[in-house]
């Protein structure tokens, strides 16, 4: 079994700055440096959608179009941690965000991942 822990979230001024940890552990997290780890978000009222990945290596990482620019995802093997840096926040920005890992290829598709986080929210005031 894999757990993730979000930490970071809160509430924050338009154009502020947040980052966001999550952290793996558990028994088949032994080789965690070669999972991928998703960034999702979910705004009140739509569907969860795609915001940052990064492969095993970090040597590929994908963002959707909506945070590219402002968002930076980042992860630290020794640590078993992976980072979501976000500045120039927008109102629109407000959602509860979860990590997720998969032991699959970089995905921007919410199925191909095996574990979630349990969610932080991330509130941003105009």
């Known amino acids: 079994q894999v757990k993730l822990v979000e930490s970071g979230g809160g509430l924050v001024q338009a154009g502020g700055s947040l980052r966001l940890s999550c952290a793996a552990s558990?028994?088949?997290?032994?080789?965690?440096?070669?999972?991928?780890m998703g960034w999702f978000r979910q705004i009140r009222g739509k569907e969860r959608e795609f915001v940052a990945a990064?492969?095993?290596?970090?040597?590929?990482?994908w963002y959707s179009d909506s945070v590219k620019g402002r968002f930076t995802i980042s992860r630290d093997n020794t640590k078993n941690t992976v980072y979501l840096q976000m500045n120039s926040l927008k109102p629109e920005d407000t959602a509860v965000y979860y990590c997720a890992t998969t032991a699959g290829p970089i995905s921007r598709q919410q199925r191909y991942y095996d574990y979630w986080g349990q969610g932080t929210q991330v509130t941003v005031s105009s």
């Open positions: 558990g028994r088949t997290f032994s080789t965690y440096n070669m999972y991928t």
């Open positions: 990064i492969n095993w290596s970090g040597g590929t990482i």
